[in-house]
């Protein structure tokens, strides 16, 4: 089975939700689409499931595929998968800043994702090559810690000025 999230936010994730909209995948998908309006006939699409419900869908899972979220990250890892990650991104209307690109580059820097830029043209080859398991063990890593803390403050910092 295929486990894909596109996280809780309002914003729609249509471009991770399209690339399995006649795919030929003839394996279980099953998609927590969100707010997304597309709803592939080739999976089971649930708009907002209860995060318990996401572990299990994670833990039975060959393959997760999600947003670069922290917390979409944090399960997939936790059930032993190195998931694929796909960054949403600002200019497409799929969040309000770019910060999730900074956290999925972070990721596959680490050797913890692969990051999908163009899950359309990318993602039936990335699924299709043997899976590599999450690492047993993931030691948050101060740095990243304090690069995302200084991200979000001048994050804040920049709205704040611009009110």
């Known amino acids: 089975m295929i486990f894909v999230t596109v996280g809780s936010t309002p914003y729609p994730f249509d471009r991770l939700v399209a690339a399995f909209d ?67 991104r600002r200019h497409l209307g799929e969040h309000v800043d770019d910060h999730q690109l900074a956290f999925a580059l972070r990721l596959q820097h680490a050797g913890l994702a692969r990051v999908l830029n163009e899950p359309h043209e990318e993602l039936h080859r990335a699924l299709a090559a043997p899976m590599d398991p999450a690492p047993p063990y993931v030691a948050p890593d101060p740095r990243l810690v304090a690069d995302l803390r200084i991200f979000i403050a001048s994050r804040r910092a920049a709205s704040l000025t611009s009110s």
């Open 22 to 88: 006649g795919t030929s995948i003839t394996e279980e998908i099953v998609i927590q689409c969100g707010a997304s309006k597309l709803r592939p006939q080739v999976a089971t699409c649930l708009a907002f499931v209860p995060s318990d419900e996401i572990r299990r869908h994670m833990a039975a899972a060959r393959a997760v595929v999600c947003h670069a979220g922290v917390g979409s990250v944090s399960e997939a890892l936790r059930a032993g998968k190195r998931p694929f990650v796909v960054a949403r």
